[in-house]
């Protein structure tokens, strides 16, 4: 059965649209195989525009992958804007690739690649336009399984509905080895149809079917048990860890759009996981154990990279770069690489300390010196301990008094608002953090032309993290604080007009919050803002906090629950949680036991450098920190 | 510093590039293909590549123009066959000169223009480009950066004539009879675009395509006073430069 392009159907209504190329595909480093000659097809989805999916290194990675497999391809789809789905729905256009403009329903799988839980919608939009029926029950053989991944999908359960199966962590291996479980069973003639497939899949304990565990709930609304509904299901299901990275150097070839993306650059993961212990951070509690690529695989991926793709900039990409253990020499040996032409290279600076400082100064040689990041996350000492993120006032100033007299000229800070314990005062201590922050940088320079600008979000707790247990603050709290804090700053003569404010107002947290930790009873909320036209949540002007309570409320109506009652209730050490049964690998009495340490602001060490605290994930998971240093150098290009 | 004098295409579904993804495709390519194409100086230093009145969105064009500064002495030929490797297929790079004239944008003065009309009753059209052309002035509406502005189109239009052809209908990939507009128009501010026309035709004699028109730009240059057609731009250049 072949599968005919829809471009021809799609041409005539892209003259009527916004940004007709996004629609169009032809990237380069992109590939179209022959549609017979493959047994595995599949539909790689990043459910948010085409300018921010594009360039989302999860689905290159596996793009690139699944396509070097002889039997196996693999096409991208992006959710369309409003004006493209309207036109689709009148022209009965259905949801189509971007690179053979074949039918998403016509796939095997269709992975959906979630990097925040504010695409769910877009998912809805996605399958809707498909003709896939949205509740995973409804489908038949002729539907593509829907498969979950990305940071997300450590919590499905609020799509559980919509979802066939999802998996945990690395995708690398999972998506060939699930690409292999396909094609067998294609081959032996689909046996069993869809269960026996995904039965396969389940039996693993590598992929976790919704379908397959019944969720039992206490009268009060709280989770009973989720236990498998049927026998050679796991009552566990895994995360998996890609443990050599050299091994894995995707992308090789990267994808370069026509279009404009939010990242108009090449970008290297230069390491995996993260052992800093912020207990804020789901990233860094999922990711673990740390995996460093090595310096002479970077330097290879940025050579290759740079010339596949033409970019100009590359980013080297972690969760906390400058703690790779070879990172001064990564950054001087590509900087000496690419000295005197107009390769641009940048590091995410969030870590506080001079050392980030000189590498900044480095990768800047021949650039300019603008805007330096440092992420202090809390306001005041002790915030600082509760989410253990490990700095002291006097790093700070000390940090930003060595940047503005090596010739930065503005610090921009990171910070969250509603963290657990917050108090006003809390927050307030940010304002003042920041006059000193001016006060050190214009002694430092003898000059007034300094910047220093505060970013502030609210927090959001979320699963697999020790603050899983927190309550959310309310919005109508954040809000108070952050307009608090924005008078404070204001309000200073001497510096206020030193400082810019960036905030996000509450609302949309309290949004993100019953999203993260909600269970299977939220996908009705999910159906029902989808259905009154809600899309694109993760974008202030089409977000409507109004339309998610108005739905919450109606789909709550009958249930023990409410929005408040996911989000700003604290939940108690034996309550059973949505994500219970999904393993992270990280032990649930450890992170009990950090979060206890956070309430009393005892801080926790990196384990990199410290011994080993028992999170769990290395045992549970077989696997163990990988990190340099190698002793390696980058020689120049022209000697290799 | 070498300029470099690029004519190139954009065919097929890259018509649906904008001015700025070109711009930022061509950078790349350059990049890839290793032109020494110079900088600017200053404190953002930009790659010297200009380009000369691009077809809009959505329009395809086989006679787009570009100028690149090279900081050393280029084979033209090389940088043609290098470019157009280093693109994606659909901007394809036709051909390649040294400049040896001044500027280049000044001696586009007009562009034939395709427009090929799918589905469209072929005596309507006669009627309406008749009516058109038999007008002094036909004017139109559009809203342009400054605003909504009122134009005339009639003067700006030096011929307007139906030629038969085959082209496929929107929708369908089969190639069918279908009607050609062939249009040269004279380069003017505020830019008179073939939809401009169309809308004219439509103002004058009620003629309205009955499926999103398919646009290409043929050719554009110096409009020869004696056929009103554009002759080649880089006649001059090829010619050894002004005299």
């Known amino acids: ?640 | 510093m070498q300029r470099l004098r690029v004519r190139y295409a954009k065919r097929g579904r890259l018509r649906f590039t904008s001015h700025r993804d070109i711009s930022r495709a061509v950078e790349r390519a350059v990049r890839r293909a290793g032109v020494p194409v110079a900088y600017s100086a200053g404190f953002s230093p930009h790659p010297k590549i200009s380009y000369a009145g691009a077809a809009p969105t959505g329009v395809a064009s086989e006679a787009e123009y570009l100028e690149i500064g090279v900081n050393r002495p280029c084979d033209p030929r090389r940088i043609r066959a290098e470019l157009d490797a280093s693109l994606p297929p659909g901007l394809d790079i036709l051909d390649v000169i040294e400049a040896r004239t001044g500027t280049l944008a000044d001696r586009l003065e007009g562009s034939v223009w395709e427009l090929r009309l799918p589905g469209a009753d072929p005596a309507a059209v006669e009627q309406a480009v008749r009516e058109f052309s038999a007008a002094d002035r036909v004017e139109v509406e559009r809203l342009t950066k400054k605003g909504m502005r009122r134009f005339d189109t009639r003067q700006a239009v030096c011929s307007l004539a139906v030629v038969n052809g085959t082209g496929t209908t929107a929708g369908q990939e089969t190639v069918q009879p279908c009607v050609i507009l062939r249009m040269v128009v004279r380069h003017e501010t505020p830019a008179v675009r073939p939809d401009d026309v169309l809308m004219g035709l439509r103002l004058v004699a009620g003629f309205a395509p009955p499926s999103p028109p398919e646009v290409t730009r043929l050719a554009q240059g110096p409009l020869d006073a004696a056929t009103g057609e554009p002759a080649d731009p880089f006649d001059l250049d090829r010619a050894g430069g002004d005299r």
């Open chain 1, 1 to 640: 059965m072949s599968v005919e392009s829809l471009f021809p159907r799609l041409e005539p209504l892209l003259h009527k649209v916004q940004k007709p190329i996004q629609y169009v595909g032809g990237e380069l480093n992109s590939t179209v195989k022959d549609w017979d000659e493959a047994t595995v097809r599949w539909a790689l989805m990043y459910p948010d525009a085409y300018e921010v999916g594009l360039p989302n290194q999860g689905v290159q990675i596996l793009y690139e992958i699944l396509n070097e497999l002889p039997e196996t391809l693999a096409e991208r789809t992006y959710t369309v804007w409003p004006d493209l789905e309207a036109l689709m729905r009148a022209e009965g256009v259905p949801q189509f690739t971007v690179d053979a403009h074949r039918p998403v329903r016509a796939f095997d799988i269709l992975g959906v690649s979630f990097a925040t839980e504010l695409g769910y919608t877009n998912l809805l939009t996605a399958l809707d336009l498909a003709g896939i029926p949205l509740r995973a029950v409804e489908r038949t053989a002729e539907d593509p399984i829907v498969l979950a991944g990305g940071h997300a999908a450590f919590n499905p359960e609020p799509v559980a509905d919509f979802l066939d199966a999802a998996v945990l962590g690395d995708g690398e291996q999972i998506a060939i080895a699930i690409s292999e479980v396909l094609r067998e069973w294609k081959e032996e003639g689909s046996p069993g149809g869809r269960d026996e497939l995904l039965m396969r899949l389940a039996s693993t304990g590598g992929v976790y079917v919704p379908k397959f565990f019944d969720v039992e709930y206490h009268p009060d609304g709280r989770i009973k048990r989720v236990v498998p509904n049927r026998p050679g299901v796991p009552s566990r299901v895994f995360k998996h860890t890609v443990m050599d990275l050299d091994e894995w150097p995707y992308p090789k070839k990267p994808l370069v759009p026509l279009a404009e993306t939010v990242h108009e650059r090449f970008s290297v993961e230069i390491f995996r996981g993260c052992t800093r212990g912020c207990r804020f951070c789901q990233a860094g509690m999922i990711t673990r154990p740390v995996r460093e690529r090595s310096i002479t695989t970077i330097g290879d991926m940025v050579e290759v990279g740079v010339r596949e793709s033409g970019f100009s900039e590359v980013g080297l990409l972690s969760l906390s770069s400058a703690d790779h253990s070879e990172i001064a020499d990564v950054t001087r040996g590509l900087a000496d690489r690419y000295e005197g032409s107009q390769i641009g290279l940048s590091l995410p600076s969030t870590r506080v300390d001079a050392f980030n400082i000189d590498l900044a100064n480095e990768l800047s040689r021949n650039g300019r010196r603008s805007g330096l990041t440092f992420a202090p996350e809390g306001g005041s000492e002790r915030m600082r301990k509760v989410i253990n993120k490990m700095v002291t006032e006097e790093d700070l100033i000390r940090t930003v008094t060595t940047a503005y007299s090596q010739g930065w000229r503005q610090v921009k800070l990171y910070f969250m608002c509603g963290l657990p314990t917050e108090e006003d005062a809390d927050v307030l201590a940010i304002a003042d953090l920041a006059k000193k922050v001016i006060k050190a940088g214009r002694e430092a320079t003898g000059s007034r032309d300094i910047r220093c600008t505060v970013s502030i979000g609210g927090f959001v707790p979320k699963p697999h993290t020790p603050f899983q247990w927190a309550a959310q603050c309310d919005h109508e709290t954040v809000d108070r604080r952050l307009r608090a804090l924005r008078d404070a700053m204001r309000a200073d003569k001497e510096y206020g007009r030193a400082i810019g404010y960036r905030y996000h107002d509450g609302k949309p947290s309290i949004v993100e919050g019953l999203l993260s930790r909600g269970d299977r009873r939220v996908g009705a909320v999910i159906r029902a803002v989808w259905e009154d036209g809600g899309r694109f949540d993760g974008w202030s002007e089409h977000f409507s906090y109004d339309r998610w309570m108005a739905a919450a409320e109606r789909v709550f109506a009958d249930e023990p629950v409410d929005v408040d009652w996911y989000t700003t209730r604290e939940r108690d050490e034996h309550e059973v949680l949505p994500w219970d049964h999904l393993d992270a690998g990280l032990d649930r009495e450890w992170l009990w036991q950090d979060w206890q340490d956070a309430l009393s602001g005892a801080e926790v060490e990196d384990c990199r450098w410290t011994p080993c605290y028992d999170c769990g994930v290395c045992p549970t998971m077989g696997t163990e920190i990988q990190v340099g240093p190698t002793g390696k150098k980058l020689l120049p290009l022209t000697v290799l």
